[in-house]
């Protein structure tokens, strides 16, 4: 076996250049790294709350910012201007936010008492937004677990005060306007640094046994609103027609009053100055109508035959007109 021999004095300038290299590197790594841990970005929809020594001390607006390197000092980036979603009694599918919903309690959420003793199935969203990162980190352990039993607590509330029909059909609008107002009450008063934008009720159903049976009567019901607003519009086409109608046959017949009015008034003025002027003198008047009226009726008549009183058969008329056009003849 070959024997190794180690010089000492070489193996000890050796170890003495490695110190003096390892005493370079690692103060070299330590500035470094401070450099690296002193800055940092801050998103632009989000506030970047700095911890000294675990304590809170400054938030960040977004940009480039300078903190103490290493542990001295550490930041928690908040998404301030992020709106962000809680779902009651359902939820989506690909949901980035751990506390939009708990699967395992969607039939518990959504399952209320109404107001009537009824029972109701409602489901509805959340809105909301972090608006104080300091109350939101520091005031409550977990401010968003905190939120969703305050939000349950307070819809159960308002739909309590309802009736089973209000809840379903005519009372959703005051139910999120009233959630909402004590809902953002309740957040404030606990400190939770969260500020609600919405909060909007989705599918809201009888229990499922009944289902089936309110959902007819839903059916009927909107038939029945249906054939009324049907009679309404044929009720409002018929009746301004059939009045139009009728006043143009009045407007139509007091017209025709009025012409007969005038035509008899005109006839009786016309008689009563004729009367007048035959009472002057009745023979010539008699004579004059006469005349007149053998003017309007001679036109219309074909043929001719003029008769002396006295004369015992018809005397020959000598037509010089047809004979001058070539159809004479004598009559």
């Known amino acids: 076996m070959a024997e190794i021999r180690i010089d000492k004095g070489a193996a000890r300038q050796a170890l003495r250049k490695l110190g003096m290299r390892a005493g370079l590197i690692i103060p070299g790594i330590i500035v470094v790294a401070g450099l690296l841990t002193s800055y940092f970005t801050v998103p632009a929809d989000s506030q970047a709350v700095i911890l000294r020594f675990g304590k809170f001390n400054r938030t960040a607006e977004p940009g480039l910012h300078f903190k ?3 542990w001295f000092e550490t930041k928690k980036v908040i998404p301030v201007a992020r709106t962000l979603k809680m779902e009651f009694g359902f939820g989506t599918k690909g949901a980035t936010n751990s506390y939009q919903s708990r699967p395992r309690e ?58 089973v029909d209000e809840v379903i ?8 306007v009233d959630a909402l ?23 809201v159903n009888p ?24 009679a309404n519009g044929l009720y409002n086409k018929a009746v ?33 100055a004729l009367f007048k002027e035959y009472q002057k003198a009745p023979a010539i008047t008699r ?13 219309l008549l074909k043929s001719k035959v003029i008769m002396n009183g006295e004369a015992s058969k018809p005397l020959p008329l ?13 009559r």
């Not at 039939?107 to 109701?120: L, P, R, V």
């Not at 004579?287 to 036109?299: A, S």
């Open 68 to 70: 103490l390197p290493f």
């Open 106 to 163: 969607w039939e518990a959420e959504q399952t209320m008492i109404t107001g009537d003793k009824n029972s109701a199935l409602v489901e509805w969203v959340v809105q909301y937004r972090i608006s104080d990162p300091k109350a939101y980190l520091f005031q409550v352990r977990d401010p968003e677990d905190t939120m969703r039993d305050a939000s349950e607590s307070v819809m159960r509330e308002v739909v309590g005060d309802r009736t």
């Open 169 to 176: 059909t005519i009372g959703r609008q005051s139910i999120e």
């Open 181 to 203: 107002v004590k809902l953002q009450e309740l957040v404030d008063s606990y400190g939770l640094g969260l500020q609600i934008d919405q909060l909007q009720l989705k599918n």
């Open 207 to 230: 229990p499922r046994p009944v289902q089936s049976s309110f959902n007819e009567v839903n059916q009927a019901q909107q038939d029945k609103a249906k054939q009324i607003n049907v």
């Open 240 to 272: 301004p027609r059939t009045r139009g109608e009728a006043d143009q046959k009045i407007s139509s017949a007091e017209g025709d009053r009025l012409q007969r009015v005038n035509e008899a008034t005109g006839d009786a003025e016309r008689f009563l």
């Open 287 to 299: 004579k004059r109508l006469y005349l007149e009226k053998m003017k309007e009726v001679l036109p």
């Open 318 to 330: 000598l037509d010089l007109n047809n004979a001058l056009n070539g159809k004479g003849g004598a």
